[in-house]
């Protein structure tokens, strides 16, 4: 079966630290999907990235990157130079053919950064 | 942002009594979802919508139902709510097409409910 696994639950650093979020994904399907959400204090979801599985190429997003390693079944999220408004949830996510698609999600990693 | 309100966004209600929340998009996205995020258990799907009057379960669909008139709306209704469904209610929306999009889901703010 499916799953997403979070490790971290609760993560502090110090403002402009870099700091990496790690998720490890199980999947028998070779075509899925993986998903990063943020969940500020405020509480809404916003959607940060979507990787196939066909595409291991590592992003960049300005501070954000993911590192996405089919060999380890990992996508791991590192913030650079963090900053305060990165305080949120992030949540780890996975769609495949055998969940119809529908997200399976990980617990979610709480970040910290402290001014 | 993706244009999908919530309606309400804060409510206290009563145990017993029927409770709606709206999801409007203008998106025109044909697939709608309510979520459930409480405490220790995450994200949890209630109900799905593939379409205007067609519906099917999540993994806690008891003691909820939906509805489905129109593309640009999502009814969520507690028939008769309970305390243990005092949580945060997220719509969401994706794109019709999962298998070339990989079903990415864009949500709402949210609504607190309370069951007192």
Redesign the interface.
């Given at each position: 079966a499916q799953k997403v696994t979070q490790a971290q639950t609760e993560i502090s650093v110090v403002e402009k630290e870099d700091v990496t979020l790690d998720c490890v994904y199980e999947t028998r399907d070779t075509?899925?999907?993986l998903?990063w959400?943020k969940q500020p204090p405020s509480?809404?979801?916003?959607?940060l990235i979507?990787r196939?599985s066909f595409d291991e190429q590592n992003e960049i997003s300005g501070r954000y990157s993911w590192n996405f390693q089919k060999s380890t079944s990992s996508f791991n999220f590192t913030i650079t130079a963090s900053q305060v408004v990165d305080s949120a949830v992030y949540?780890c996510a996975l769609?495949d053919v055998d969940s119809n698609?529908?997200?399976i999600?990980?617990?979610?990693t709480k970040l910290i950064i402290k001014p | 942002d993706a244009g999908i309100t919530q309606s309400p966004r804060h409510k206290v209600t009563e145990t017993g009594t029927p409770v709606t929340l709206r999801c409007h998009q203008t998106e025109n996205h044909r697939y709608m979802y309510w979520y459930r995020q409480d405490p220790g258990h995450?994200?949890r799907?209630i109900h799905?919508s593939y379409g205007v009057k067609d519906t099917d379960k999540?993994e806690v669909s008891d003691g909820y139902s939906v509805s489905r008139s129109k593309t640009e709306d999502f009814l969520l209704t507690l028939e008769s709510a309970t305390s243990s469904q005092t949580s945060?209610y997220?719509c969401?929306i994706s794109d019709a097409r999962?298998?070339v999009?990989?079903?990415?889901?864009?949500?709402?703010?949210?609504s607190?409910l309370t069951v007192v």
């Open positions: 075509t899925y999907y998903f959400y509480g809404e979801l916003v959607f979507r196939n949540f769609s698609y529908q997200l999600w990980g617990a979610g | 995450g994200l799907l799905y999540g945060v997220f969401a999962p298998k999009f990989g079903n990415t889901i864009y949500f709402g703010e949210g607190w």
